[in-house]
């Protein structure tokens, strides 16, 4: 018979790891599940800057490296797994993680699943996907060195991923629907400075990739007079927001019609037993701090839950 977890966490980005530090340090047999590389998105992140405790800016690599190893030092357990659904057994009150070639049982879940970028679903772009069409400047900036570039959004990431493309690409031009940017000040005050090397394209869509063997031109739309016009470019990069990873827990759990798990206060779902926080979560800010917060508190949720499971009360 397989091994029943206290504690099962989808996910091993900052949310995941969190609630599995918090977990552990309970008393609560606790397995995180993560199909890709512990960190989640933030090990692609350049600088991070905002995080409490660092006076001096950290790559998020070394952040998630950080969190990484506290966690194993607090015993918890990680597995490389893509969670396809879950099932409830309410006989013996386990929620059970299904995956390709198993499943891990749980008194209790926390889904921690994060989000990832969406795409613009517009011609060219899955067949530049990776060679010419990106959601990393971190990881591609480099490859742009003197070349002109194309940044699709007008938020925090759009712009933070545009200051890091300014130490490689000899132009950029920033494509942005609204006719102002989302961006928090300080960003906005720091590309405003950067002058003829960062151009915007205000009221403006992309509606194609173009090129041949490679991307050449991208085929712009104004949103006010729909005038169309060429802008030739040797990359795009695309940070148009996000969908959450949440598929396997549709229809279990409820969600918004974006997909993003509806909790509580206490990160509780529909669900008794299973927890949801970080990016997967329908929330106003998306941080890593925050999805720090919702971790732990989830973590507490869960421990008060299986603890009244087990019988265990305090007085």
């Known amino acids: ?54 006076t001096e800016p ?4 070394e952040l998630m490296e950080k ?5 194993s030092k607090f015993g918890v357990e990680i597995k490389s797994a893509d969670v396809k659904s879950l099932d409830i ?25 994060g989000a990832e970028h969406r795409r613009l679903d517009i011609p ?9 069409v990106s959601c990393c400047a971190t990881c591609d900036g480099m490859f742009y060195r003197d070349k002109e570039v194309v940044v699709v959004g007008g938020g925090d990431t759009a712009i933070k991923e545009s200051i890091f493309l300014t130490k490689f690409a000899s132009k950029i031009t920033i494509i942005h629907r609204r006719d102002r940017l989302r961006a928090t000040k300080v ?8 002058g003829d090397k960062v151009n915007f394209a205000w009221k403006t869509v992309v509606k194609e990739v173009m090129g041949d063997a490679h991307v050449e031109a991208v085929r712009l739309e ?32 409820d969600t918004d019609k974006k997909g993003y798990i509806i909790t509580n206060d206490d990160m509780a779902t529909s669900v008794p037993g299973i927890y949801a926080c970080g990016d997967a979560r329908k929330k106003l800010l998306r941080q890593i701090i925050t999805a720090c917060g919702e971790g732990a508190t989830a973590a507490y949720s869960a421990q008060m839950y299986v603890e009244e499971l087990k019988g265990i009360a305090y007085k």
Not at 124 to 132: A, D, H, L, T, V
Not at 187 to 194: C, P, V
């Open 124 to 132: 060219g772009e899955n067949r530049f996907w990776g060679s010419g």
């Open 89 to 113: 057994n309410h006989n013996d009150n386990e929620i059970h993680a299904v995956f390709d070639d198993g499943k891990t049982n749980a008194l209790s879940v926390i889904i921690a699943s």
């Open 1 to 54: 018979m397989s091994e029943t977890y206290d504690l099962a966490i989808i996910g091993g980005g900052p949310a995941g790891l969190t609630a599995g530090i918090y977990g552990a340090r309970a008393g609560l047999s606790t397995i995180i599940l993560e199909k890709l590389t512990p960190g989640g998105q933030v090990v692609t992140t350049d600088v991070v800057e905002n995080y409490p405790g660092f």
């Open 58 to 61: 950290i790559t998020g690599y």
């Open 67 to 71: 969190m990484l190893n506290q966690a």
């Open 187 to 194: 960003l906005q005050d720091e590309i405003f400075k950067m």
């Open 222 to 253: 104004n949103v006010d007079t729909n005038e169309e016009r060429i802008l030739e470019c040797d990359g795009v990069f695309v940070f148009v927001g996000f969908n959450p990873n949440t598929e396997f827990a549709r229809g279990v759990v």
